[in-house]
């Protein structure tokens, strides 16, 4: 081979990854279509189920919440109510949650202590809290399976598999530092479902740029046509603290009785 | 020393020496070198659980709590204002907000856990539900909403002494940190933000805490060392330049130092033992050691050269090495005994540690004394040291140790009742002796984290924890209402022990939320007399709290709880009171088969290693006594001579203790070690005295004053600049900044100085007045005879004695 032939071809082959690479972004749906595409899914006018809460602490002891929860759309508002059934010394105890479409306004919160036979309305959380001594937050509770479209700048980065499925790799960075601060996070990438759009999972980092946590959506099948995870585990990476979520008897078509999401819905129980 | 016709075994060895000098110079400087090539692999040990053995229980158990309720020595900015509203002024609030920002960005600095007015919510109890917002929200721009967010903390018991001043004058940010190792630069950071924020006229700034104040410590020691280091190698250079005027006599003594750290430091970094916070003082000792066995030789050599020029050089060089290796072996062994002593008392491990590698060092020293100098020496050419011209025409040194030694023996009764005196004095100070510690003490009082600290404590409830840990025996246990009014009234008991500011834990947590429950009523702050309702208050609180939120005050099975005690003082002897009084009433009025309550956290482990210091010191010092004496009475062939050796070290030990009862001195971690190190340098003056004093009395010739006349000048001589090169050595560190050190230097420096008159002054006039048969002198009727002959004034003075 002559010199300047095996040259060029030397070049061609460092720069051939190159070509590679950009081939393979331009195939890639951009990040703010793929989190529309996130949203745009069916998730049902209403549902019931039993969550099962597991929540460990670094040490590794447990604590076990059984508990039935129902949530049905009025209009665009959401409520949100949740019995617990176990342990016995917080059975009956119960917590309803309004959340409203309107961005400016805050949600309602109440929750019913059947040793004090009291109904007490809680301010509302910060989207950043967490939510009952889980390691989600408000916010991750209330978008479910969904994603906040205005709160992150969205960039698709790659593609991997999880668990055999084709993921889209989304790098979400909030739009604000102030956003960033209510969320509580400084950075999210998300494994996107390519086929079903579902985030299998995600990753988290504080405001300072540390590693935070880490939720898996797992066991992921149709319920009614509506594909529903059955299993969630968020992981903190810095409190070693870990929430475990399995729903069973997850149901989108038995009727939800608008009773229920109010405060005497909440001493009666369901 | 007698000369034999037949060589000796020292003589054999120190011809095979001088025979080899380029190979063991060789051999030595590669060793040396070798030793150094370990040093960079050092590791450091900063924290203040260092001192405390890894398996001891007082530590196990704290860390094993540390473990259960994530508890740490945090970093701490106070915000000040002595102003009329007090911190609650809209301008100060909004600095709180903006520190609290910043905080949360420093490296290391975990965000989550930063707990400032600007993080924390307040918890009220409205006619229909419980309202939690934070403090901030929104943040103060007017004097109306800062008085609002004072009414709030003044309404909220919790935060009270803990967060805000109880006087409403400090706020406090609190943060933790990710990784304690970092703490150094963690606190460094803290003060670029204080520095870099724009001052508000009346607002002061401070950093203190746990975590800044040991993060400091360990640079604010070894900037210290690292300056006061070379100073002391100059110093003793110098000190070696007055003493031979040499070229070699300077530059050989040095190079025994070097080889003295190599072999310690060397042997420390490749054994994997960090440097403490206390090994800093190491190098100078082992400087200050090093010179001591060279000076002694040289000084010989250079005596024995002037006064036989007939002699060849490699002569002088055996004859010397010959003459003086044993008494130099004999104090090298001693000294290493009292290293060692430190060592075996089994105390805190850097002060173990430390002995360990002084002694280390010391038989390097020793080493490179009795083979690496005759081999240098046998390198170069003889040349007479004007600064030594022998017994008989001494020099202004020799002339001054011989005056003092000459008073000491004509007045000998003097001298031992003026010894008397000042050991009747120090050991009266030795009674008045306080054992105390105090971490912040190691600052000096005008650097900015003393005044910090002080500050912080005398407003808020203090920054120092003790944690009481409460374990029942079942999960849940802890939801039990008996339970938890045991715990409060263990609070309130708690809060009687001095220096206590206030306590926090799950109870006043658990009021709280009761209250709040209840329309905010004041008679709700109590502890619900229903179990369950105590379960689903939990549950309410978790609906605005992190998981981990009560992570300091319960554990996860809610079996075992934690109260914190926040004390305003770090003072062994104040946190001694609170312990032994809590321990008193755990034991009479709150242990149970059922709920047990055990002590821990940072005062409770600094405690119980603080408490060590005495037995330590007092172990160790007696073992080196003791081990110390039988080595010299074994070397000496005889239990009374060893005991005379230590006579410099007794009028040495017992003075500083004066020194320390009288001046307030504490005996604390520095201190504490300077009895074991004291000993094992001052019985070398004792050794070099004893020693010589039986060899002129075996060997000499003429009366005890004229043996003597020729101890002063070269034995004597040879002490003084012994003397001079350790105290200017420890010296030094009187000038540094750091007041331990400071104290360490001034307590050796005065050991060293009554150490050299003991042996020049004491020693000789004891010897004079008790005649001991040990150091060689005669049977009365001989002497009388023979003294009578020589010296007939002396011979009186004898015979009136003896009646």
């Known amino acids: 081979m002559q010199p300047k032939m095996r040259h060029m071809l030397l070049v061609l082959s460092l720069l051939f990854p190159l070509f590679a690479c950009n081939a393979g972004a331009e195939a890639l749906p951009a990040g703010d279509e793929i989190a529309h595409r996130i949203n745009a899914r069916n998730e049902g006018e209403m549902v019931s189920r039993l969550v099962t809460m597991v929540m460990t602490d670094r040490g590794g002891t447990e604590r076990v919440r059984e508990t039935k929860s129902f949530r049905k759309y009025f209009g665009k508002e959401k409520r949100t109510v949740i019995f617990y059934l176990s342990p016995a010394n917080i059975k009956d105890t119960a917590f309803l949650t309004y959340d409203y479409p309107e961005t400016d306004r805050d949600d309602d919160q109440w929750l019913y202590i059947p040793a004090a036979r009291k109904v007490r309305r809680i301010s509302a959380s910060d989207r950043g809290d967490y939510f009952l001594g889980t390691d989600l937050t408000y916010e991750d509770i209330r978008k479910e399976a969904k994603v906040g479209v205005e709160d992150y700048s969205w960039k698709t980065f790659g593609e991997e598999t999880i668990d055999g499925h084709r993921c889209f790799l989304v790098e979400e960075i909030p739009v604000s530092d102030k956003t960033a601060k209510e969320l509580g996070y400084g950075k999210v990438q998300s494994w996107v479902d390519a086929e079903i759009w579902m985030v299998r999972q995600a990753k988290f980092w504080d405001v300072a740029g540390n590693p935070l946590k880490t939720t898996q959506f797992m066991d992921i099948k149709p319920i009614q046509d509506i594909w529903t995870s059955h299993r969630l585990i968020s992981e903190n990476h810095k409190t070693g603290h870990k929430t475990e979520f399995i729903f069973k008897d997850v149901d989108y078509s038995r009727n939800v009785k608008d009773e229920l999401f109010t405060e005497d819905g909440l001493r009666r129980g369901f | ?803």
């Open chain 2, 1 to 803: 020393m007698s000369q034999s016709t037949r060589p000796s075994k020292a003589e054999d060895f120190f011809s095979w020496v001088t025979g080899h000098p380029k190979t063991l110079v060789l051999v030595g400087v590669l060793l040396m070198l070798s030793a150094a090539a370990f040093i960079p692999g050092l590791t450091k040990d900063t924290s203040s659980d260092s001192f405390i053995a890894k398996d001891n229980p007082a530590r196990v158990y704290r860390d094993q709590m540390k473990e259960v309720f994530g508890l740490s020595d945090p970093f701490v900015i106070a915000i000040i204002n002595h102003g009329p509203t007090g911190v609650f002024h809209p301008e100060t609030l909004q600095l709180v907000q903006r520190l609290t920002d910043q905080v949360k960005k420093i490296p290391n600095v975990d965000p989550d856990r930063v707990v400032s007015l600007a993080t924390e919510s307040n918890i009220v109890g409205t006619a229909d539900g419980m309202l939690v917002s934070k403090f901030f929200d929104p943040l103060p721009t007017t004097q109306i909403q800062a008085d609002a967010i004072r009414a709030a903390i003044a309404d909220f018991p919790l935060y009270q002494g803990s967060l805000v001043a109880r006087d409403f004058t400090a706020t406090l940010i609190v943060a933790e940190i990710l990784d304690e190792m970092k703490s150094e630069t963690t606190y460094n950071a803290f003060m670029t933000l204080i520095k870099d924020t724009p001052q508000i006229p009346g607002v002061e700034l401070h950093v203190a805490g746990e975590g800044a104040i040991s993060g400091y410590l360990f640079n604010y020691i070894d900037q210290d060392a690292s300056r006061l280091n070379p100073i002391v190698g100059i110093v003793i250079t110098l000190v070696l330049c007055i003493a031979f005027r040499t070229l070699w006599g300077t530059l050989l003594p040095n190079v025994v130092v070097l080889a003295t750290v190599a072999a310690a430091f060397g042997t420390m970094a490749a054994g994997g033992v960090p440097f403490y916070v206390i090994t800093n003082g190491l190098a100078s000792i082992l400087i200050g050691m090093a010179v001591a066995e060279p000076i002694h030789v040289l000084t010989h050599y250079y005596g024995l050269g002037r006064a036989h020029p007939d002699l060849s050089h490699r002569d002088v060089i055996v004859r010397t090495m010959t003459e003086t290796w044993k008494p130099l072996t004999n104090t090298i062994l001693t000294t290493f005994v009292g290293f060692i002593s430190l060592y075996l008392s089994g105390g805190m491990p850097p002060m173990q540690y430390f002995g360990l590698f002084a002694a280390i060092g010391v038989m390097a020293a020793w080493l490179y004394g009795m083979v690496f100098i005759p081999a240098a020496l046998m390198l170069v050419t003889f040349k007479l040291s004007p600064a030594i011209r022998g017994e008989h025409t001494p020099d202004r040194y020799g002339r001054a140790v011989a005056a003092l030694g000459n008073f000491a023996i004509r007045r000998p009764r003097l001298i031992l009742a003026v010894t008397l005196i000042i050991s009747i004095i120090g050991g009266m100070g030795a009674f008045r002796l306080t054992i105390d510690e105090a971490t912040i003490e190691n600052f000096q009082r005008n650097e900015p984290i003393y005044y910090a600290d002080k500050a912080i404590n005398q407003v808020m409830d203090g920054t120092n924890y003790l944690d009481i840990v409460i374990e029942t025996q079942i999960k849940e246990g802890l939801f039990n209402p008996d339970y938890l009014q045991r715990i409060d009234a263990l609070q309130r008991f708690v809060e009687t022990l001095p220096g206590v500011g206030g306590t926090t834990s799950v109870v006043d947590y658990i009021k709280q939320m009761h209250r709040s429950i209840n329309e905010n009523r004041h008679e709700a702050y109590r502890i619900p007399d229903n179990r369950d309702l105590i379960a689903q208050l939990f549950l309410l609180y978790s609906a605005s709290g992190d998981p981990t939120d009560f992570e300091e005050e319960i554990d996860y099975d809610y079996r075992r709880a934690n109260i914190r005690a926040s004390i305003n003082t770090s003072y062994y002897t104040n946190n001694r009171i609170v312990i032994e009084k809590l321990d008193q009433y755990l034991a009479e009025h709150f242990n149970t088969s059922d709920m047990t309550a055990h002590l821990s956290g940072r005062v409770n482990v600094n405690h119980h290693w603080l408490k060590t210091i005495a037995t330590t010191h007092f172990v160790s010092e007696g073992l080196a006594l003791v081990i110390s004496w039988l080595m010299a009475a074994w070397l000496l062939r005889s239990l009374s001579a060893g005991l005379f050796t230590l006579v410099p070290v007794f009028a040495s030990v017992l003075l500083v203790y004066g020194v320390m009862g009288f001046s307030g001195i504490w005996l604390a971690v520095g201190t504490s070690m300077f009895a074991a190190i004291a000993t094992g340098l001052s019985i070398d003056f004792g050794v070099h005295t004893t020693q010589r004093i039986r060899d002129l009395m075996e060997s000499g010739t003429g009366t005890f004053e004229e043996r003597m006349s020729q101890l002063f000048p070269s034995t004597g001589r040879a002490l003084f600049f012994n003397f001079a090169a350790m105290s200017l050595g420890f010296g030094t560190l009187m000038i540094s900044v750091v007041p331990p050190l400071v104290r360490f230097g001034g307590l050796v420096t005065v050991a060293m100085t009554v150490s050299f008159l003991a042996s020049i002054m004491v020693m000789p006039a004891m010897a004079k007045l008790f005649r001991p048969r040990f150091l060689g002198f005669r049977t009365l009727p001989e002497e009388i005879q023979q003294e009578a002959h020589l010296e007939p004034a002396y011979s009186i003075s004898i015979v009136e004695e003896r009646k």
